[in-house]
C-alpha cells in the first residue's frame, strides 16, 4: 500500500524527491511539498486520532490550521517531542516519526471507546451532576482517573535544546494572508512605494486560489497558480515588501501591535537544520493593517457526521491540486452552494468516481452544477444525509428528501456506497483578528455569517474574511478597498473570469428520521459535543452563548471553534428562536492558531531570564570563594567560606573579626542618589521624618522615610556634601522605587523646588571597613586625610585621595564598630579594595559578607528595611520616635501617624528578645504568644523578625515586633514552635555596647 | 501596548512609561488640619473611572519627566497628553 | 422542588434521552420591589444570595447581572483556592472560605470539583524564605495547615519544577498547604445559582443597574434596564465595576480596576499535580482535569475597564513559567484572556456597610477573589441581614482606611500589586 491514492501526476509537490516518515511505528512515503495529512492520505491512511470524551475514530478532516482531529505526537528525544500538532499543518520531512494520541493501546484499537458505550450517561455537563459521592473518593478515584483519561499528547519531559527569537518591526502597511486579496493588496501598496510587510501562515502563497478550478478561474488570462506565481514573483522583486511564509498572526493588540510567530525549522530533517533558530516570534507596529485571512469551509452537522472519510469539500480539492492525492475512490458529496461543485469537477477530471452530489437546495442554475449535471454526476436536490455507517472509515450514506420547510426528511431512505463524503456547508469569514483589534461585527441574515462592520483602528478586511466571495468580486473588492485605503490614484485593471455562482442556503441542524435523543451530531468534533449536548444546555437554562459553550465544552478545545463555533451558534438561535445578529459571537480571544511558550519566551530564559548586576568587586568575591545572596537584582557577596567551614561558621567567624580586628564589606548596591540644588535642604526635610536644614557641610545624618500612610518606606545615611549639594543613601532593594518617589513629589508636588536629582548608585564602588583597626588600614589606604577624631569625628565626611584618584569617605557605621566608608569610582572599586587588603592583612582584616552584616548590626538593634519592618510598622512602633520632627510643619507620612489606629498605644512594637538558654537560636519569622494553648488557634501577639547567634556575645540574640512591647521589657513570652515550646525574655534591642563607645575605640 | 505621546520627547511605546494614578490629585498643603476621614480620602479614595479619566504617567525609561494623559479606561483611547501643571484639553 | 443530581438521576434521565432535566434556574423578569437585591452575579453575588435565602431566612431576593452569571473573574480567574494568608483576619476569613469549600459540592449538589491538590509557594531569596517561615508559623498557630518544604521535599513533591542551583533564582523551598487546591470555576457560580434559585431567588440576567436612588442616607431602589426595582437592602458585589456602581451612589471607593490575565496551554496528559505559586519571579500553574496547563500571568499598572492586558505581562510571567519548567518550552499557549480587578491598596478586600443605610460593599478582592467565594457571600450575608459584620469579616470594614488599620496582604497576594 504505497501512495495508492496518489494521482498520476499533478500536484505541488516535488515526485522526484522521495520522502519517509513513520506514523504509529509504520513507514511510509510521501514527497517533498507533502503535508502529514497529504501523505497519510496518499497511502490511505484516513483514520489518524481518537476523539477527547468519547474515543470514537476520527480522521483528517480538513487541510489546515482549523483541523480538529488530525492531532499527532511528534516523537523525538524527550526534550524535543511535540504534542497536538495537526497532521495538516506539519510538513514532512526526512525522519519524521509521529504517532496518535489519546489513544491506548492503539489508534485502531483504543480501550477508552468504552467512553462511547456510555456516552448516553454522560452527556455535556455530566460530571457537574455526579461524582459526588462519597466526598472523599472525588480525588483520589474519580478525578484521578478523568484527568489521566484528559489531556491530549504528552509533554516533553526534559529541557527544550532549541532556540528561539524576537524581533520588533514596524511598516507602513502589514497584509496578513497571501491569498488573492491579499497579494493584490501587497502589490498595490508595495509599487506605491510604501513599506510592507505581507504575511501568510502556509509555506505557499495564493491561499485557496492554489486549488482552485484552472478551467473556471482566470486572472488576465492566467491560471491561478500561473497568476500567483507571477505577481510573487513581481512581490520578490520590490524592495519596498519583506514577505514572510509560514508565520501566523497570534494577537492583534490596540494600537496596531501584532504579535506573528515565525516558524523557521520545524518542516527541516534534523540534519537541516544546523541548530538554526526554530521559530521567530515578530512584534509588528503597523500604521496600516490590511486583514485577507480568509474563510473557513463549514461542515454539515447530521447524525454520524464524524466518520473518518468525511471530509471537507475544500480540503479535498486542495489534497488533489495541490498534492496530487485522491482522498477516495468512490466518492458523495453533501452540500448547500455551488463549491462543492467545483471539488467534485475537479475530481472528476482527474477521473475520480464521484457517485452522488446530495445537495439541500431545491435547484441550482449555477456553472458549475450545471456542469456537473452535464458530466453524468448524479444530484440529489432537495435532500440530506442523514445517517453514515462505517466505524473506521465510511462506507455508506443514508439519503433522504428534504420536506418543503427543511424541517424534516422525507419519502424513502436511499443508501448510497462511497468511501468518501465531502462535505460544504459554506464559509465562515475568519474574522478572529478582526475582533481582537476591538472590530464588531454584524450579522449578514442572508448569506448566514458574521463579517466585520465597525472596526476601531487603522485598519481594513478584504476578500472572503470580509464576506466577500467569488475570486472577481475578492479581487476588485480587494483593489478598490486598498487603493481607498492607502490613497492611491489609480491602480492596473485586473480582469477576472470566475464561475457564476449560485445562492447558498443554510441549515444548522439537518433533520432526521430518528428522534432526535438517538441522533449523535457533532458540532465540535475533538470535544465530542452534539447538537444534542447544546439543546441540553439550553433546556437546562444555559442561555447565554458563553454559558452553552462553557457547559458543553464547545469550541474550547485546540482548534478554538473553528469548525464548530458558527454552527454552535446556528443551532441555538434556532432553539431560542433569536436572530444570531442578536445572539453575537464568543469572544474571539488570542491566538489565532497556538503558539509555543518558547516563541513567545524568546532569549529570556536561562541566564538571560533576568539582568544579573554585579559590583566592581565581584570578580574578587568570586576568586575568593563568596557565596552569594540574590538581593532585587543584585549578587551579593553573603559569607566567605575557607574550605570546609558551614556558613554558620564563616559568619561566626566573620562577624567575630569585624569587632576584633578589621572587617571589609562590599556595600556598592546600596542606592546612592546625588541631590542638588538651592532647596536640597528644604526637599530633603519634607522627604525624610528628620530635620535637615542644620545639617553642617561635610556631615552625615541617618534618615527615615514613609510613605504617606506612615509607614516605613526606606532609610539610610545622606552626607552634605556642600550648601547645596547632598548624597544620599537608600536600601539596596529600594533604590529605584525611591528614586521614582522623590522625582514624582519633585516634578508633580513641589515643581516650586529647585532641586536635582541623578541616580550615581552604579557610578561609585562603596567599601565599608570596621573594626578596631580600622582607622589604622584607612590611614595607609588614603592620601591627605586626618583620621584624628577632633578632625574626622563620627558621622562626617572627608573628601581624600587613593593613589590620585579622588574619593569620598564617610565615617559612619552600620556595625557599631569604628568604620569608615570609601566611595570611589567605580571602575577602581576593584583595586582599592585589594589595596585595602593587602595594607590591612597585617590587622587581620577579613572580608564579611551580607549575613555577618546583618549579625553585626542586629546586635546593635540597628533596623533592616523590609526585615524588621513590612509595611505595617511607623517610626513611633520602631521606638524610632527621636528621629520624628515634632516642629516640622509636614513631611511624607507625617499626617497619616496621627490616625487612630497608628496612635494605637498597643500597636506591635520593636524589642529584643534574649531565649532562656543560650544557646537556643530563634527561628526568623517565628510566631510570639503570651499565652500557649494546647492547640491552635492562639493569639499571636508578634514576630521574631532577626535572629542570630551573637559570637560577640555568647549567646543568641533575637528581633522581634510584640505587641505592646514597649511596656513588656523582662516580661516572658514564648514561642511555640512544631515540636517543642520556646521561652524567651524581652529585653532591649541594643544587646551590645549601649554607650557607643566602640565607635570611637 | 499603547503609543504614549510623551510632551517632551515624542511618540514612544507604552513599556517605555510608569503609570502614576488618577491625575489632579492636589496633595493638601496643610494635611495636620485635616480630618482622618479627609486625609483617607486623599490618600486612598479613587474616582476609579470607567470612561475618560485623566491620569499621570512617566516616562521613566527616557526623559524621566511626569505629565498627564487623558484616556478612555473603557477602549484604552488616548485623547490627549498635557504637561503637569497644564489643563486636559477638553 | 429541584431534583437532585446523581449517577442514578443520569442513568434515569438517560433513557428519556436527557429531554426531562429541570432548568438549572429559572429565567425570571424582576418583581418591582425585593426584600434585598445582589448588583452583580458572580460567584461570590449568588452565594450572597444562596446564604441570604439559606441563612437568614430572607426570600424575596433578586441578583441582578448585567451580562450572564459567573460571566466575570469568576470565569476567568485560575481558580487557586488556598488559606495560608499572613494576618489573622485574613487567615480567618478565608480558612472559613475554605472549611465551606471542602463539603460545597455535597451541600450545592453541584459537583464544583473541588480538588485538594496542594498548593506550593516557592521562596527564591532569603527574603523570601524568612516571610514564608512567617507565614507557615502563623497558619500553624491559626490551626491553618501549612507546611515548610526544603528544596529537596520540593523536588520530591513538584519533580518537574527545576530545582538547580544555578538557575537565576533558584528554589530555596517553598510553604506546601495540603488543604489547598483548585476548584471548578463555572460549577460555582451555576451551583449556587441552582441552590439560590431553588429557595425563590430572581436570578436576572442582562439586567444592567443605571443608578441608585437614594432617599437621604438611605436606599430606596436601583434603576435598571429592565427598570426600577424597590428595595432598602443593595449589596455590590460588581468587582472591577464597583466603583462605577459607587459612582452612582455618589461614594468613592479606595480600588482601582486594573487587567490581569491568564492562560491556558493545549491539554496534556498529566504531568503537574499540584499547584505552584512563586511570587519572586512571578508564576503560578496547576492543570485543571481537561489536561490544559492553568497560568496566572500579572496586572498591568494602569486602570482598565477592556479586559485586555499587555502583551509584556504575559511574556514576563512564561518567563518565569519556563525558569521553573523548562520542560514546558515546547507546549503551546491555546487562550489568552484577561480580566478587570479591583484593587485595594492593602490587597484585602472590603466586605462591609457603607455611609449609606442599606447599601453594603463586598470587593476589593483583587487579583484572589475566587478562593473565597463561598466565605465571602456567607459574611456578607450576615453582614447584609443583620446590618452588621460577622465577626470574621470586621476588619474587612471600609473604615480601616480612616483608622488606617489595614490589613496588609501583599506578601500573601497571588500577584505583586
Not at chain 1, 79 to 87: E, F, H, S, V, W
Not at chain 1, 283 to 300: F, N, W
Not at chain 2, 60 to 85: A, E, L, P, Q
Not at chain 3, 354 to 380: D, E, V
Request: net charge positive; glycine share 8%; hydrophobic share 35%.
Amino acid at each position: 500500500m504505497s501512495n495508492e491514492y496518489r494521482l498520476s501526476s499533478g500536484g505541488q509537490i516535488n515526485r522526484s524527491e522521495s520522502i519517509s516518515f513513520k506514523f504509529n511505528g509504520r513507514t511510509f512515503h510521501g514527497y517533498k511539498g507533502d503535508t502529514l495529512a497529504s501523505a497519510l492520505l496518499a497511502n490511505g491512511i484516513h483514520l489518524v486520532g481518537r476523539s477527547f470524551k468519547y474515543h470514537r475514530p476520527r480522521g483528517i478532516f480538513s487541510s489546515g490550521v482549523e483541523e480538529p482531529n488530525a492531532l499527532v505526537q511528534i516523537i523525538k528525544d524527550q526534550g524535543k517531542t511535540d504534542p497536538n500538532l495537526r497532521a495538516t499543518q506539519i510538513e514532512i520531512y526526512e525522519g519524521l516519526n509521529a504517532t496518535s494520541q489519546n489513544c491506548w493501546p492503539s489508534v485502531n484499537f483504543d480501550l477508552g471507546s468504552i467512553n462511547n458505550l456510555f456516552s448516553p450517561i454522560i452527556p455535556a455537563g455530566f460530571y457537574y451532576k455526579t461524582f459526588m459521592w462519597p466526598a472523599n473518593l472525588w480525588e483520589n478515584v474519580y478525578e484521578y482517573f478523568i484527568r489521566r483519561a484528559a489531556g491530549l499528547g504528552k509533554s516533553p519531559t526534559k529541557k527544550d535544546p532549541d532556540n528561539y527569537d524576537h524581533i520588533y518591526y514596524h511598516c507602513e502597511v502589514l497584509i496578513v494572508g497571501a491569498g488573492p486579496a491579499g497579494l493584490v493588496a501587497a502589490k498595490i501598496a508595495a509599487n506605491a512605494g510604501k513599506k510592507v510587510l505581507l504575511v501568510d501562515e502556509r509555506p505557499n502563497f495564493g491561499g485557496n486560489l492554489n486549488f482552485s478550478n484552472k478551467d473556471y478561474n482566470k486572472i488576465n488570462g492566467l491560471t491561478p497558480l500561473e497568476w500567483i506565481k507571477k505577481t510573487c514573483l513581481d512581490l520578490e522583486n520590490n524592495k519596498n515588501i519583506k514577505i514572510l511564509n509560514r508565520t501566523s498572526v497570534a494577537a492583534y493588540h490596540n494600537y496596531n501591535y501584532l504579535i506573528m510567530v515565525q516558524n523557521l525549522t520545524d518542516h527541516l530533517a534534523d540534519k537541516d537544520k544546523n541548530d538554526q533558530i526554530r521559530q521567530r516570534l515578530w512584534k509588528v507596529r503597523a500604521k496600516k493593517v490590511i486583514l485577507a485571512t480568509g474563510s473557513i469551509e463549514r461542515p454539515m452537522i447530521f447524525d454520524c457526521n464524524d466518520r473518518p472519510g468525511i471530509m471537507l469539500s475544500s480540503a479535498v480539492r486542495k489534497y488533489a491540486n495541490t498534492y496530487g492525492v485522491k482522498c477516495g475512490n468512490n466518492i458523495s458529496f453533501f452540500t448547500n452552494n455551488d463549491d462543492a461543485y467545483e471539488t467534485a469537477i475537479t475530481l472528476h477530471n482527474k477521473g475520480v468516481k464521484i457517485n452522488s452530489i446530495i445537495d439541500i437546495r431545491e435547484k441550482s442554475n449555477a456553472d458549475l452544477p450545471k456542469k456537473c449535471d452535464e458530466l453524468g454526476i448524479k444530484i440529489y436536490w432537495k435532500s440530506a444525509v442523514i445517517y453514515t455507517e462505517g466505524y473506521k472509515k465510511i462506507n455508506n450514506i443514508h439519503v433522504m428528501s428534504l420536506s418543503k420547510d427543511n424541517s424534516s426528511v422525507i419519502g424513502n431512505k436511499l443508501k448510497i456506497n462511497c468511501d468518501l463524503l465531502c462535505v460544504s456547508g459554506g464559509y465562515t469569514p475568519a474574522v478572529h483578528l478582526f475582533t481582537q483589534s476591538g472590530g464588531k461585527l454584524e450579522y449578514n441574515e442572508k448569506k448566514h455569517y458574521f463579517f466585520p462592520k465597525k472596526n476601531t483602528l487603522y485598519q481594513i478586511s478584504i476578500g472572503s474574511c470580509n464576506g466577500t466571495f467569488g475570486l472577481k468580486n475578492i479581487i476588485s473588492e480587494a483593489q478598490e478597498k486598498t487603493r481607498e485605503f492607502l490613497s492611491i490614484k489609480e491602480v492596473d485593471r485586473l480582469d477576472v473570469l470566475t464561475p457564476k455562482g449560485g445562492d447558498f442556503e443554510n441549515i444548522w441542524l439537518l433533520p432526521s428520521n430518528k428522534i432526535s435523543g438517538k441522533t449523535k451530531s457533532f458540532v465540535d468534533y475533538q470535544n465530542d459535543s452534539t447538537a444534542n449536548d447544546i439543546k441540553l444546555a439550553l433546556r437546562e437554562g444555559f442561555k447565554s452563548i458563553e454559558h452553552v459553550k462553557r457547559y458543553t465544552t464547545t469550541g474550547m478545545a485546540t482548534d478554538q471553534g473553528k469548525i464548530a463555533n458558527m454552527h454552535a451558534l446556528g443551532i441555538i438561535s434556532e432553539i431560542t428562536n433569536t436572530k444570531l445578529g442578536e445572539l453575537g459571537t464568543t469572544t474571539f480571544r488570542p491566538p489565532y492558531s497556538p503558539i509555543t511558550f518558547g516563541a513567545l519566551v524568546g532569549r529570556n530564559v536561562g541566564k538571560f531570564f533576568d539582568i544579573t548586576r554585579k559590583t566592581p568587586m565581584h570578580d574578587w568575591h568570586e576568586k575568593n570563594n563568596a557565596k552569594f545572596e540574590d538581593v532585587g537584582q543584585w549578587k551579593r557577596a553573603w559569607y566567605y567560606p575557607s574550605d570546609k567551614e558551614s556558613m554558620y561558621d564563616a559568619v561566626q567567624r566573620e562577624s567575630k573579626a569585624a569587632r576584633t580586628s578589621a572587617g571589609i564589606l562590599d556595600a556598592s548596591t546600596l542606592g546612592k542618589i546625588d541631590i542638588q540644588g538651592s532647596d536640597a535642604s528644604e526637599f530633603l526635610n519634607r522627604v525624610y521624618t528628620n530635620a535637615w536644614s542644620k545639617l553642617a557641610i561635610g556631615k552625615c545624618r541617618y534618615g527615615l522615610m514613609l510613605n504617606d500612610d506612615g509607614m516605613v518606606y526606606d532609610d539610610g545615611v545622606t552626607t552634605r556634601l556642600d550648601e547645596n549639594h547632598y548624597i544620599m543613601t537608600t536600601t539596596t532593594g529600594g533604590a529605584a522605587t525611591v528614586m521614582g518617589k522623590l522625582e514624582d513629589f519633585l516634578q508633580t508636588e513641589w515643581p516650586e523646588l529647585k532641586v536635582y536629582l541623578t541616580s550615581v548608585t552604579d557610578h561609585f564602588a562603596t567599601i565599608s571597613v570596621c573594626g578596631p583597626h580600622s582607622k589604622k588600614i584607612l590611614e595607609k589606604v588614603t592620601q591627605s586625610i586626618d583620621y584624628s577624631d577632633d578632625n574626622f569625628p563620627h558621622m562626617s565626611f572627608k573628601h581624600g585621595l587613593i593613589d590620585k584618584i579622588k574619593c569620598r569617605v564617610m565615617r559612619i557605621s552600620f556595625t557599631g564598630e569604628l568604620s569608615y566608608e570609601i566611595n570611589i569610582q567605580a571602575n577602581y572599586g576593584q583595586s582599592v579594595w585589594e589595596k585595602c587588603m593587602s595594607v590591612g592583612r597585617e590587622y587581620g582584616i577579613t572580608p564579611y559578607g551580607t549575613e555577618a552584616m546583618h549579625l553585626l548590626r542586629a546586635e546593635k538593634g540597628f533596623i533592616i528595611v523590609g526585615q524588621e519592618t513590612d509595611g505595617t510598622v511607623t517610626p513611633v512602633d520602631l521606638q524610632m520616635d527621636w528621629i520624628v520632627s515634632k516642629k516640622k510643619y509636614d513631611f511624607i507620612g507625617k499626617r497619616s501617624l496621627y490616625r487612630s489606629d497608628t496612635m494605637r498605644e498597643d500597636r506591635k512594637q520593636y524589642v529584643g528578645l534574649l531565649t532562656n538558654d543560650p544557646k537556643e537560636i530563634l527561628e526568623e519569622g517565628a510566631q510570639i504568644v503570651a499565652e500557649v494553648k494546647s492547640k491552635p488557634p492562639m493569639d499571636m501577639i508578634g514576630h521574631v523578625t532577626s535572629s542570630y547567634y551573637s559570637p560577640n556575645l555568647n549567646k543568641s540574640i533575637a528581633l522581634a515586633v510584640v505587641k505592646n512591647g514597649k511596656k513588656l521589657k523582662g516580661k516572658r513570652l514564648y514561642i511555640p514552635m512544631k515540636n517543642k515550646t520556646i521561652e524567651v525574655t524581652v529585653s532591649d534591642t541594643i544587646f551590645l555596647d549601649k554607650e557607643g563607645k566602640r565607635l570611637n575605640a | 501596548m499603547f503609543i504614549i505621546k510623551c510632551p517632551y520627547c515624542g511618540e514612544r511605546d507604552h513599556s517605555e512609561f510608569n503609570y502614576g494614578g488618577e491625575a489632579h490629585l492636589v496633595r493638601p498643603k496643610q494635611p495636620t488640619e485635616l480630618s482622618d476621614d479627609q486625609w483617607a480620602e486623599y490618600l486612598f479614595m479613587r474616582k476609579n473611572i470607567k470612561g475618560l479619566q485623566y491620569e499621570r504617567w512617566n516616562h521613566s525609561h527616557g526623559c524621566r519627566r511626569w505629565f498627564n494623559v487623558s484616556r478612555d479606561t473603557s477602549t484604552d483611547k488616548i485623547h490627549s497628553v498635557y504637561k503637569i501643571g497644564e489643563k486636559p484639553s477638553k | 422542588m429541584k431534583k437532585k443530581y446523581s449517577i442514578f438521576a443520569l442513568v434515569k434521565n438517560s433513557l428519556s434521552y436527557h429531554e426531562n432535566w429541570q432548568r438549572a434556574w429559572r429565567d425570571p423578569e424582576p418583581k418591582s420591589r425585593y426584600d434585598a437585591v445582589i448588583v452583580g452575579g458572580g460567584g461570590h453575588g449568588l452565594a450572597t444570595a444562596y446564604y441570604l435565602a439559606k441563612e437568614h431566612n430572607l426570600k424575596n431576593i433578586a441578583v441582578v447581572e448585567k451580562g450572564w452569571i459567573g460571566g466575570g473573574n469568576t470565569g476567568r480567574n485560575t481558580t487557586i483556592i488556598r488559606s495560608n494568608y499572613l494576618w489573622d483576619a485574613s487567615a480567618g476569613m478565608y480558612d472559613h472560605a475554605l472549611k465551606i469549600w471542602e463539603n460545597l459540592s455535597q451541600e450545592l449538589n453541584y459537583n464544583v470539583m473541588f480538588s485538594q491538590r496542594g498548593v506550593m509557594n516557592l521562596a527564591h531569596n532569603q527574603h523570601d524564605v524568612r516571610e514564608l517561615k512567617r507565614r507557615t508559623h502563623a497558619n500553624r498557630l491559626n490551626g491553618i495547615d501549612c507546611e515548610w518544604l526544603n528544596v529537596e521535599q520540593v523536588k520530591k513533591f513538584c519533580p518537574i519544577i527545576n530545582c538547580s542551583p544555578n538557575i537565576r533564582y533558584p528554589v530555596m523551598g517553598s510553604t506546601l498547604q495540603r488543604r489547598a487546591g483548585t476548584a471548578r470555576h463555572d460549577a460555582v457560580a451555576w451551583g449556587y445559582a441552582r441552590g439560590a434559585d431553588a429557595m425563590g431567588v430572581d436570578i436576572i440576567q442582562n439586567c444592567e443597574v443605571k443608578g441608585i436612588k437614594r432617599n437621604g442616607d438611605s436606599i430606596e431602589g436601583i434603576e435598571t434596564t429592565k427598570g426600577f426595582i424597590k428595595t432598602q437592602k443593595v449589596g455590590v458585589v460588581a468587582a472591577g465595576h464597583s466603583s462605577v456602581i459607587a459612582n452612582m451612589a455618589g461614594l468613592r471607593l479606595p480600588l482601582e480596576s486594573k487587567p490581569l490575565q491568564a492562560l491556558v496551554s493545549e491539554p496534556i496528559k498529566p504531568i503537574i499535580d499540584t499547584v505552584v505559586m512563586s511570587n519572586a519571579v512571578h508564576a503560578y500553574v496547576s492543570q485543571s482535569d481537561k489536561g490544559e496547563l492553568v497560568i496566572g500571568a500579572g496586572t498591568d499598572s494602569y486602570i482598565s475597564y477592556t479586559q485586555k492586558g499587555t502583551h509584556e505581562i504575559v511574556e514576563g510571567t512564561l518567563k518565569a513559567i519556563l525558569e521553573l519548567y523548562p520542560i514546558f518550552s515546547r507546549l503551546r499557549m491555546l487562550r489568552q484572556w484577561g480580566g478587570v480587578v479591583d484593587i485595594c491598596p492593602d490587597a484585602s478586600p472590603i466586605i462591609s456597610k457603607t455611609s449609606i443605610k442599606g447599601l453594603y460593599f463586598n470587593c476589593g478582592w483583587g487579583t484572589g477573589g475566587f478562593k473565597a467565594t463561598p466565605g465571602s457571600g456567607h459574611l456578607f450575608a450576615h453582614t447584609m441581614a443583620k446590618d452588621e459584620p460577622h465577626a470574621l469579616n470586621e476588619a474587612f470594614n471600609i473604615n480601616r482606611f480612616i483608622s488606617g488599620d489595614l490589613v496588609d496582604e501583599h506578601g500573601a497576594a497571588a500577584v505583586a500589586h
